[in-house]
Each structure stands twice: as C-alpha cells, then as structure tokens.
T-cell receptor, first 117, second 114 residues
Framework: GAVVSQHPSRVICKSGTSVKIECRSLDFQATTMFWYRQFPKKSLMLMATSNEGSKATYEQGVEKDKFLINHASLTLSTLTVTSAHPEDSSFYIC?????????????FGPGTRLTVL | GNSVTQMEGPVTLSEEAFLTINCTYTATGYPSLFWYVQYPGEGLQLLLKATKADDKGSNKGFEATYRKETTSFHLEKGSVQVSDSAVYFCALRKGGGSNYKLTFGKGTLLTVNP
C-alpha cells in the first residue's frame, strides 16, 4: 500500500529553539496533507490542513505563527514548531489522502515524538 | 461538535479470546465511521469502515456495525491472535466530497498474550 514517512521519528530540543518535522508521501502525490497532535491517553487532534501551493488551514485554537506549515511540493509537507516550549512536547502525526483514491482513504505517517527540555 | 468516545484501555486478552472495544459517537446527521489500527512502530491503517446506518464493516476477522439508534460502532473479533496486539482508534468523518477531516477517539491498547 501507499506509504507516508515522517522525519525525524524522535527529536529532543532545548526550549526556545525551532524544530522542523517532514512528512513525505513516498509513492503517490498528495495535494492535501493533515497534521495531528496526540497527547498521552488523548485523541489525535487535527491541527491543520496543509494544501500544496497555498496557505494551510488551521483548526480553531491552533496558533499559526507557532506551528508553521509549508507544503512545497506534491510529496512533501513540513511542520515547524517555532520557539518550542515544554508544553509543545507531544506526538505529531501526518496523513495524506491520495488524490485519485476514494475520500475514505488516508495514509498515516508513523509519527514524530517531540520532547522539549 | 463531533466527538468519539471509546473504552479506556489497556485491554489484555489471551489468544483465541473474544474481543469487544466499545465506541460511541456524537455528531449531527450521518457521519461515516471508521476503525483504525496502529501496530507498534507503524502509522495508523484503516481497518474497516461503515458509511450508513446498519452497515457492517469487516476486515481480518474484525467486525463493527453502524448503530444509529445507539450511536455506536463497537469493534468485535471472535478469536484474537497475538498479531492483533496494537492500538485501535475509532473515528468519524462528517461531511462528504473532499472533506477528509477525521475526529478520533483516544485509542485503546490491546495486548494479546500467547
């Protein structure tokens, strides 16, 4: 099946630094990608919808200046956590629906564990 | 707003035991309902789905029936295997067309022992 990769799988950074997480669709093109955040024992919360060639759409309560999203190509979306703080520590997951598949199909990345010290 | 509530884990079973993971939802109208599974170290994968009331989704021996009267979509399997050990997420999608947005439950960790 289609594969979505994320890099890095795990990152530890100091408070105040910025961290970039990549999401790649390996064998299909994705005009749309989704970014989720998961706290321990909590649901996956949709943060934003990344749109190739245009601005991302953020969910209510998500700071767009804090979580910068760039969808530069049909196979790559990046999430940059700017000026990270310990409360940003979480598990970040991306997903992508292939453009030609049914609307119920989404492929998820394995996730990125961010720890901010 | 939309929400999904699924039973708290973890769930620990012996091989060949019967599995039920409860899931209820809150949404207006007629959402599509899904179960996703996440095996260790991997991304979420679609396990099964149902798009209208009384539909039964099934895959790999798992089943779930869309019950609108009880707003439920409980996951069942008659005989679990060690390889079924994973985290299971119930989810709904409200809206049609190109609206892919999913609302997830918290996930239930299943461990199956030999």
């Amino acid at each position: 099946g289609a594969v979505v990769s994320q890099h890095p799988s795990r990152v530890i950074c100091k408070s105040g630094t910025s961290v970039k997480i990549e999401c790649r669709s390996l064998d299909f093109q994705a005009t749309t990608m989704f970014w989720y955040r998961q706290f321990p024992k909590k649901s996956l919360m949709l943060m934003a919808t990344s749109n190739e060639g245009s601005k991302a759409t953020y969910e209510q309560g998500v700071e767009k200046d804090k979580f910068l999203i760039n969808h530069a190509s049909l196979t790559l979306s990046t999430l940059t956590v700017t000026s990270a703080h310990p409360e940003d520590s979480s598990f970040y997951i991306c997903s992508a629906p292939p453009g030609t598949a049914s609307t119920d199909t989404q492929y998820f990345g394995p996730g990125t564990r961010l720890t901010v010290l | 707003g939309n929400s999904v509530t699924q039973m708290e884990g973890p769930v620990t079973l012996s091989e060949e035991a019967f599995l039920t993971i409860n899931c209820t939802y809150t949404a207006t109208g007629y959402p599509s309902l899904f179960w996703y599974v996440q095996y260790p170290g991997e991304g979420l994968q679609l396990l099964l789905k149902a798009t209208k009331a009384d539909d039964k989704g099934s895959n790999k021996g798992f089943e779930a029936t869309y019950r609108k009267e009880t707003t439920s979509f409980h996951l069942e399997k008659g005989s679990v295997q060690v390889s079924d050990s994973a985290v299971y997420f119930c989810a709904l999608r409200k809206g049609g067309g190109s609206n892919y947005k999913l609302t997830f439950g918290k996930g239930t960790l299943l461990t199956v022992n030999p």
